[in-house]
């Protein structure tokens, strides 16, 4: 089972696909620290197999203790997924962060074949070229784990913790 968990409406971009209305700082209500690790022992108790959370937003990236759960994740044996925006939060020592926390895949969106299309799409100058950086920071050794690459329409980079290494299924 995934569990999409949208833990705040910031967000540094403004795209026109977006049903939330993103804004600069987290919206009045977003859970707490310790809500949000309540809300995760409340997701031990689905069972095994253990569900996977996906941990998004807006920007999952604006959330300062964002480390703090997906730690939390992991220690209850909750895999963890990291959907963000590709905004100036997203930075090699941030993801390194987040990959000794215990993040097992990211996914990046890549909205157009060109900067007009991708960014138009976004709201925000800048972002495709941002993107395609991110793509080379998520797949840097340096930052983390091994990387596997995976190719499909969408293009995905994807972490081993695993040996053998895994194959980029």
């Not at 963000?84 to 926390?101: C, M, N, Q």
Request: charged content about 20%; overall charge neutral; hydrophobic content about 35%.
């Amino acid at each position: 089972m995934l569990f999409y968990w949208e833990l705040t409406l910031a967000c540094g971009l403004a795209c026109r696909h977006c049903r939330a209305t993103a804004m600069s700082v987290g919206a009045p209500g977003e859970l707490t620290t310790a809500e949000s690790f309540q809300l995760l022992d409340d997701i031990t108790g689905f069972g095994n197999p253990m569900p996977h959370v996906v941990f998004t937003g807006g920007d999952p990236l604006r959330r300062n203790d964002l480390e703090a759960l997906v730690r939390g994740a992991t220690e209850r044996g909750i895999g963890s997924s990291l959907a963000p925006a590709v905004t100036e939060d997203f930075t090699p020592e941030r993801l390194a962060g987040l990959r000794d926390a215990g993040i097992q895949t990211i996914s990046l969106s890549l909205d157009g074949s060109t900067a007009s299309l991708h960014d138009g799409l976004r709201g925000v100058s800048g972002t495709f070229e941002m993107t395609m950086d991110a793509f080379e920071i998520a797949a840097d050794p340096r930052h983390g784990s091994r990387p596997c690459r995976s190719r499909s329409r969408r293009v995905g980079t994807r972490w081993c913790r695993r040996t053998p290494p895994c194959t980029g299924r």
